[in-house]
């Protein structure tokens, strides 16, 4: 059983560049939600996904936008990254019915503008 | 909104018992997480508690008392291996299952 996948693990960009993150939920989830973890931080929630809408939306600027694909699959995109971007994204999926609705976290994605 | 307040670094003694207590105010209620982070890596899920009382698993229990806007983690038997840090996340009622964080507790466990 397959847990949380992101893709890429590491990423470089520049200020100015935009950027496109991945996630595959956990086998049998339909909700994804997306964090920003900043160094020494806990993560920040960015938006949450179901049924390939957004659901719910953290104080992140319109720079931030996602999309879900009908087989739960997430991206987040980021426009016009600036040096405070700089974090690591993490992914966690649940599902909507569940009782406990327990988030689980993919490994994350570390994006280092310069 | 919501505000979640836990001690930014601790340390313990190998074998011993340590508390990570974590206070918040939320605009609404629907449970309370934590989770255990190491360097580098995705928070783990350790525990939940939504009623008031202890949630008891293994060498790790969790509290929670709701009209006092408290909970805390139990650490017992503590090995090197549970140096990381503990995150302490509330479910608000508001809207979807997100989570907010607070900052994290950085436990080192010293020999």
């Known amino acids: 059983d397959a847990g949380v996948t992101q893709s890429p693990t590491h990423l470089i960009k520049t200020r100015g560049q935009q950027v496109t993150l991945r996630c595959s939920p956990k086998s049998g989830h339909d909700t994804v939600s997306w964090y920003q973890q900043a160094l020494g931080q806990g993560p920040q929630f960015i938006f949450q996904y179901y049924e390939e809408e957004e659901r719910q939306r953290g104080n992140f600027p319109d720079r931030f936008s996602g999309h879900q694909f009908p087989n739960y699959s997430s991206e987040l995109n980021v426009n016009a990254l600036l040096l405070g971007d700089s974090a690591l994204y993490l992914c966690?999926?649940?599902?909507?019915?569940?009782?406990?609705?327990?988030?689980?976290f993919g490994p994350g994605t570390r994006l280092t503008v310069l | 909104g919501q505000n979640i307040d836990q001690p930014t670094e601790m340390t313990a003694t190998e074998g011993a018992i340590v508390q990570i207590n974590c206070t918040y105010q939320t605009s609404g209620f629907n449970g309370l997480f934590w989770y255990q982070q190491h360097a580098g890596e995705a928070p783990t899920f350790l525990s939940y508690n939504v009623l008031d009382g202890l949630e008891e698993k293994g060498r790790f229990s969790s509290f929670l008392s709701r009209s006092k806007g408290y909970s805390y983690l139990l650490l017992k038997e503590l090995q090197m291996k549970d140096s990381a840090s503990y995150l302490c996340?509330?479910?608000?009622?508001?809207?979807?299952?997100?989570?907010?964080f607070g900052t994290g507790t950085r436990l080192t466990v010293i020999p």
């Open positions: 996340a509330v479910r608000d009622q508001t809207g979807a299952n997100n989570l907010f």
């Open positions: 966690a999926s649940s599902l909507v019915s569940g009782g406990d609705n327990e988030q689980f």
